[in-house]
């Protein structure tokens, strides 16, 4: 069974009454929880190897990290520092990608996570799940600041029907 990587809260409301759904570009509302990103980013991981030329890090087997209301997990992340002094300026997250924010979630076999700006990219073979609704997709960028998100590249999903009513 595939491991959930990357766990992204997100309004599908908005999509449940949209008509245009496999179009490309497709936006989603990501409303229900937006993350701080001036708060403390945690790390832990099975094993990590610092490059003491760029400051960078990776971070190999179970690494889990955690900001705020918004867990990440994946095989492998390089966090990359900022270039002008401490912090991190992003994140590179390889394999088995989970984005989780209560009890939404999207995975991915991949995402880029910028601290300053806010934004995750996720790529290859998204899936989005929030209340019993999935969204797919082959690229998800959320600005997890103002809780928006854009979805591109064969995006899908399955409208519940009206049942009976």
Known sequence: M???TFVILFGLTALVHAP???AQGTGVSFGVLQTDTSQPVDITSDNMSVN???????LTGSVLIIQGEMRL???????VR???GNGIERLEARGNVLLVSGEDAA???EADYTI?????VMRGDVLLTQQGNTLGAEQMTVNITTG???????VRTTLPGSGGN
Do not use: F, P, Y
Request: glycine share 8%; hydrophobic share 40%; proline share 0%.
């Open 52 to 58: 003491q030329e760029d400051g960078s890090a990776l």
């Open 116 to 120: 300053e700006s806010g934004t995750v």
């Open 20 to 22: 245009a759904l496999m």
């Open 82 to 84: 900022r270039a002008e």
């Open 148 to 154: 928006n998100a854009t979805l591109s590249g064969r």
């Open 2 to 4: 595939r491991r959930l």
């Open 73 to 79: 997990s994946a095989d492998n992340v390089l966090v």
């Open 107 to 109: 995975e991915a076999r």
